[in-house]
């Protein structure tokens, strides 16, 4: 079992991430993609995908994208996270994460994420952008 395969469970099973239900699609070599339904939690009351709902999920993907990378006595915490909504998403649609470590060193890891709408006619559209760093620290 890979490092990926160890933590997968533990970090889809977070109660907000199974709200959303977030599943992850690959996390390999620095990347990763995660998807999620536009439903009924990750709704604001417009209808639309909520703001707050991206930032948090880009942030998990950027983790397993980090975590693809590192040994299983490393771990990456968020320090800093940056995300652009530029257009809604609506209630149906599906919503794909991929992030990407731009650099990995020893204490930092840097990573960018977009994240697309993809309607009934699986045609995707750009609808927010990120980044995120994360701390390397050792698990116990």
């Known amino acids: 079992m890979n490092h990926i395969e160890q933590i997968k469970d533990d970090i889809l099973a977070h109660p907000l ?7 992850l699609v690959s996390a ?7 998807r999620f339904p536009v439903n009924d939690f990750t709704t604001n009351p417009q209808g639309a995908l909520h703001g707050g ?7 998990v993907a950027c983790f397993f994208a980090a975590a ?5 006595e490393q771990h990456a915490v968020t320090i800093e996270t940056h995300s652009s909504v530029l257009r809604a998403a609506s209630r149906g649609e599906q919503v794909v994460i991929r992030a990407h470590v731009d650099r990995l060193g020893r204490t930092l890891a840097a990573m960018r994420a977009e994240a697309y709408a993809i309607n009934a006619e699986q045609q995707e559209r750009l609808i927010a952008t990120g980044s995120v760093t994360k701390a390397i620290v050792q698990t116990a």
């Open 17 to 23: 991430h199974r709200a959303c239900e977030l599943e």
């Open 68 to 72: 693809s990378k590192l040994p299983p």
């Open 28 to 34: 390999v070599d620095g990347r990763s993609e995660v």
């Open 53 to 59: 709902i991206v930032y948090a999920l880009m942030d």
